[in-house]
Each structure stands twice: as structure tokens, then as C-alpha cells.
């Protein structure tokens, strides 16, 4: 059940929500049927008919922010309709467990989900791609791809065979590298290193000699606690410092170059959502476009915070990972892309527009925001 100071936040965030804000922004690329405006002959009538929906979710209950962001976009989506499309939130195992959630949305069990697209590498090895690459684009970056490129073409592509369409649902922003019981001075200290790390990045490490562990959240504590596993990177310092790592791993690695830039992803099934009226499709982009935005904001505030406290409070020991060892493993991670894409033909494809976008981004990244940082920092 959701507290008190749960449903309080929520309210004063909702509050806080001008019109215009939550309002569909102009040449935003909507999936789905086309506009009311672009059907010849429909009256794009608003009717007084009510859907119920529910939604699966990865995350626990109460899980910070992003069990939040599935809650905030349920709310805005009420609230724009006037209640007309209604949406149960069901946190992970309320349900069906987390990582079933691509398949209960698909078979039509539940109308939506909110998760993230590397859950289902092994369904779809592709899919990775729309969460994060290694060394890949960070949150602005990526969100350009999606949205002025054609990022959530190939996206909304992958999922069609399997009766889904996908919209980025927000973003955790740049990671942390994450928690060692030892310093990582050079490529030797990696050899055998038993680390929990998921998605592409586990696969870049064990090119380099590590041992990639899969361990539940729950479970990363006890696991890191008793020396189950040597090493773990989660998300960043806000959630980080919440799971309590501080207390029994002695160094903070920095950069996350294995999750530059995570997407969550809300899923459709597509039967259900072209069951709507158009003006409910259009509720469902904008609500989907706020709570985007709100999950990175969110994070970006909150990992600032946390970081300063990790450091002044729990005098935690933040290192920055050696410059032979990234630049060592991000030619794994090239290698690991390639791979990837020589594999699947849909990897290939949806590998080269990724790629492709990057390299023109990059250019104007490095005399715009990375001279200012460096003029800042």
C-alpha cells in the first residue's frame, strides 16, 4: 500500500504541473494511429466512454523514483482524460514477477509497463540498444536520437512483431562505475573480479577477465557484504547511498562508461492502445513526455545531493577509473557492439543509426558542453 507522504508528493508534484507544461509539445513524433487532424473524415469526437488499465512494473513498491515516475504518469494521464483511462499501478510481483513484464503487456494481460528494454536481451538481444550502450550517449544525447532521429522508428520496428509499441519513459543520466573492496590501478586488477553488473557491460568485462554476477537487488548487499562478489554497480549515488553500500565497500568508481545514459522504456500493447480515441493516444505521448523529463531531472538533483553526502558524511573514497583502463575497455566495448551487431540483422541496423548519430553529436558536444565544463569544473 502506498503511504501517506507517498500520495502527499505526488499531489503537490501534480500541483505544481501548470497546463502548459503537460500539454502535447509542438513536433513531438507520436506513435500509433495518425492524428485526428490527419484522418480524413473523423470527427475526433471526446466521448464519455471509460478504460481501465493496468500497468506491470519492474520496480518494488515505493521504489524511489522510478516506481515513482510509473505512479506520476498513471496520475497526469487521469488527470488529463478526467478520469476517463484509468491506470492500476502493480509494482514487481503484484502481479507477475519483474522481468515478465514484456510478456504480460504483449499477450494483452495488462494494457501497459514500465521497465527498461536490456531486461529482454535474451528475447530480443537487439533491444539493449534502447537502454545503453557502453561509451555510448548520455541522457540529451540519446533522447535527440529518439526523438529528432530515428531512434524510436527502429524502436517501435523491434517491438511490432511481438504486438508492442515503446516510448522512453525517463532516464537515470549518467551512473556511477561502482563499489570495489579494491583499488583498480590497471587492467590486472580486473582479472577475476566477480562483480555484479548487467546488460552489455557485463559482457565488456568479461572480455577483460572479469566474472560478471547476476544478483536480484536484494540480494547485492549480503552478496558484496559476505564476498560473494568483490564488486557491484547499481545506479548512482542517490539510490547507491540508500542500499547502504557505503558502509561495507571502501571505494566509488567514476564514470559509468557501461551506462552512460539508461531509457526506461513504457510499453503498449498495441491492440489497446489503438483502441483509444485519438485524443486519449495524444494524452498518452504528453504524459509520457513530462514523466521522461521528470525521472532525469529527479535523478540529476538527487545524485547531486547524494554524492556530497557519500563523500562529506560517509567519507567514502571517490576514485575515477585510470585512463588505460577505460580506454582498454572501450575498445572491448567495440568489439562487444560489433558482436552484437554481426549477429542480428535488426542489431545491425538499429547499431548503425545508434553509431552513426553519436559521431554527429559529438562534434558540437566537444565546443559546447564539454569546453564549459571544463571552463566550470
Known sequence: MESPRKRRTRRALLKGLAIGTISLPLGIKLFGPKSVAQQPGSPGLITDRRYKWKMVTTWPPNFPTLADGAHLFADLVRLMSAGRLDIQVFAAGELVPPLEVFDTVSSGVAEMGHSAAYYWAGKIPAAQIFTTVPFGMNAQQTNAWLRAGNGLELWQELYAPYGLLPLPGGNTGVQMGGWFHREINSMKDLKGLKIRIAGLGGKVLKKAGASPVLLAGGEIYTGLERGVIDATEWIGPYHDRSMGFQ??????????????????????????????????????????????????????????????????????????????VLETLRTYSREVMEELAGSDPKAQKIWDSYRSFQETMVPWAEISEKQLYNLIS
Do not use: C
Not at 483509444?276 to 514523466?291: F, G, H, K, Y
Not at 547531486?304 to 573514497?317: D, F, G, P, R, T
Open 247 to 324: 558502509k561495507i565497500a571502501k571505494y566509488y568508481y567514476a564514470p559509468a562508461w557501461q551506462e552512460p545514459g539508461p531509457v526506461l522504456e513504457l510499453l503498449f500493447n498495441k491492440k489497446a492502445f489503438e483502441q483509444l480515441p485519438p485524443d486519449l493516444q495524444a494524452i498518452i505521448n504528453s504524459a509520457a513526455s513530462t514523466v521522461n523529463e521528470w525521472v532525469l531531472a529527479e535523478f540529476e538533483m538527487k545524485n547531486s545531493l547524494a554524492l556530497q553526502q557519500l563523500i562529506q558524511e560517509a567519507k567514502v573514497e571517490l576514485r575515477i577509473f585510470p585512463k588505460p
